[in-house]
Nanobody, 116 residues
């Protein structure tokens, strides 16, 4: 089992920055990829960014050049969010993919609100 705990969300003005953190505990030896997803009200959950063991990263087109994912992809992952826009407002979720649990593990989510 793996437990994920996110932190760092909050209210920020347009153009501002936030840094999200996700810490994994438990059977982290089995994790090979960690990701950030987000879900706005009335919309489907979407991939924001992912980092894979070895350092490869993936970004949604909507956040390229503004968001940066980092971490060891096994126990910690961060999402640095710059130049935030109102359309970035959503609940942000951390997900870990595991060799022993193919459907992955989810955190409880952290709210990000971008508003003046």
């Amino acid at each position: 089992q793996v437990q994920l705990v996110e932190s760092g969300g909050g209210l920020v003005q347009p153009g501002g920055s936030l840094r999200l953190s996700c810490a994994a505990s438990g059977s982290t030896f089995s994790i090979y990829r960690m990701s950030w997803y987000r879900q706005a009200p009335g919309k489907q959950r979407e991939l924001v960014a992912a980092i894979i063991n070895g350092g490869s990263t993936i970004y949604a087109d909507s956040v390229k050049g503004r968001f940066t994912i980092s971490g060891d992809a096994k126990s910690t992952v961060y999402l640095q969010m710059n130049s935030l826009k109102p359309e970035d407002t959503a609940a942000y979720y951390c997900k870990a993919l595991s060799t022993t649990h193919p459907q992955g593990y989810w955190g409880q989510g952290t709210q990000v609100t971008v508003s003046s």
